[in-house]
């Protein structure tokens, strides 16, 4: 699906680097600009929302970030022990 590009580019940051582990956007309807699911999106699956315009985007950014780190569903092949 392709997404659209988010106007922070901290935020587009980590929005990326969630994908890169595995992560997955969908458009939500309301005041957040979109929402991420881990790999495991299957029942209990992490879901982060995604603020579109934020008091501080590079706490969100770093706070995203963070969460996404924090996903115990990663795929074990992609822990990659010198990260
Ligand atoms: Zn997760």
Not at 35 to 46: I, P, T, V
């Amino acid at each position: 699906m392709a997404r659209p590009k988010h106007p922070s580019k901290e935020i587009e940051a980590s929005v990326s680097y969630a994908e890169d582990q595995g992560w997955s956007w969908t458009k939500v309807k309301g005041h957040a600009w979109g929402k991420l699911q881990c790999a495991y999106h299957d029942r209990e699956g992490c879901t982060l929302f995604v603020w579109s315009t934020p008091k501080s985007p590079e706490n969100h950014a770093k706070q995203l970030r963070r969460q996404i780190d924090r996903c115990p569903h990663q795929e074990e092949e992609k822990k990659d022990e010198d990260v």
